[in-house]
């Protein structure tokens, strides 16, 4: 399990300067005197578990656009906070000790603000081990899985028959041992929990992976009880104008997104 960590001043000094994205959007605003989470974000599936749980927890915090199709997170700014070059990322500036800390990779700042506030992460370790064992299933599964479907169905430069086949039906074997769960579960871990929020954005994009969520009916009752509570609702309209411009048939999108080698 990640823990938290205090960072040096000189690393979050500048995290807080803006990416080559200077425009911010506050979503929740915080009380006098209270600083909002930075979140580090473009509107993806890992985005969209941060923005759930943050709006769930009803925690202030701050939209920062990182255009991932202008390379946004390779600036060193970024890379200071995430060094894998990926969203999300959060700086929480009241962290542990009341000092501020920067947190990559979806998972980790998901129990990190379990942590923090106590919500969606539960304490207990029965209870806990049913969370991680969901989270780590769809961090480890069913997210890469979805992601290759999604690749390979939409983006590859040619179509090959055998990557689209082996993604689809693994997204399949997926969507079908969520759906086996949630026949005798209400949700991943028995409660709402910050396992359901890292997995609902990938079932939203379903039709984008080859799915019919009619033929999953527990999967499909989950996914639309969870989109109708206001905090994802909320979360899911955090809107990026730029997001919406991107032209994935554009040479220079397409190299920064899925040209990358180590640097």
Same mark, same amino acid.
């Given at each position: 399990?990640a823990?938290?960590?205090?960072e040096?001043?000189?690393?979050?000094?500048?995290?807080?300067?803006?990416?080559?994205?200077?425009?911010?959007? =506050? /979503?929740?605003?915080a009380?006098?005197?209270?600083k909002?989470?930075?979140?580090?974000?473009?509107?993806?599936?890992?985005?969209w578990?941060?923005?759930?749980?943050?709006?769930?927890?009803?925690?202030?915090y701050?939209?920062?656009?990182i255009?991932?199709?202008?390379?946004?997170?390779?600036t060193?700014?970024?890379?200071a906070?995430?060094?894998?070059?990926r969203?999300p990322?959060?700086?929480?500036?009241a962290?542990?000790?009341? $000092?501020?800390?920067?947190?990559?990779?979806?998972?980790?700042?998901?129990?990190?603000?379990?942590?923090?506030?106590?919500k969606?992460?539960?304490?207990?370790?029965?209870?806990?081990?049913?969370?991680e064992?969901?989270?780590?299933?769809? #961090?480890?599964?069913l997210?890469?899985?979805?992601?290759?479907?999604?690749?390979?169905?939409?983006? =590859?430069?040619?179509?090959?028959?055998?990557?689209?086949?082996?993604?689809?039906?693994?997204?399949?074997?997926?969507?079908?041992?969520?759906?086996?769960?949630?026949?005798?579960?209400?949700?991943?871990?028995?409660?709402?929990?910050?396992?359901d929020?890292?997995?609902?954005?990938?079932?939203?994009?379903?039709?984008?992976?080859?799915?019919d969520?009619?033929?999953?009916?527990?999967?499909?009752?989950?996914?639309?009880?969870?989109?109708?509570?206001?905090?994802?609702q909320?979360?899911?309209?955090?809107?990026?104008?730029?997001?919406s /411009?991107?032209?994935?048939?554009?040479? /220079? #999108?397409?190299?920064?997104?899925?040209?990358?080698?180590? $640097?």
């Open positions: 399990m823990r938290p960590r205090t040096s001043k000189a690393k979050l000094a500048a995290a807080a300067k803006s990416p080559r994205g200077k425009g911010t959007a =506050a /979503k929740r605003g009380a006098p005197g209270v909002p989470i930075e979140l580090y974000y473009w509107p993806t599936p890992n985005g578990k941060i923005s759930i749980m943050l709006e769930e927890c009803g925690l202030p701050e939209v920062r656009p255009d991932i199709s202008k390379g946004d997170q390779f060193p700014q970024f890379l906070i995430s060094p894998n070059n969203i990322a959060i700086v929480d500036p962290g542990p000790g009341g $000092r501020p800390i920067s947190v990559f990779e979806s998972g980790a700042i998901l129990q990190y603000l379990g942590r923090k506030t106590g969606f992460y539960p304490r207990e370790e029965r209870a806990r081990v049913a969370v064992e969901w989270l780590y299933w769809q #961090v480890g599964g997210g890469p899985m979805a992601g290759q479907a999604n690749h390979f169905r939409r983006y =590859a430069p040619e179509h090959i028959t055998y990557a689209i086949a082996r993604y689809t039906d693994e997204v399949n074997r997926l969507f079908g041992v969520m759906n086996t769960r949630l026949a005798d579960h209400e949700f991943l871990a028995g409660r709402y929990s910050i396992a929020m890292a997995s609902i954005g990938w079932v939203r994009l379903a039709d984008r992976m080859g799915q969520l009619a033929l999953f009916p527990h999967l499909n009752r989950w996914f639309e009880v969870i989109r109708a509570r206001p905090a994802v909320r979360a899911f309209a955090v809107r990026i104008p730029a997001a /411009k991107v032209d994935m048939k554009d040479p /220079k #999108v397409r190299a920064v997104l899925f040209g990358q080698r180590a $640097r």
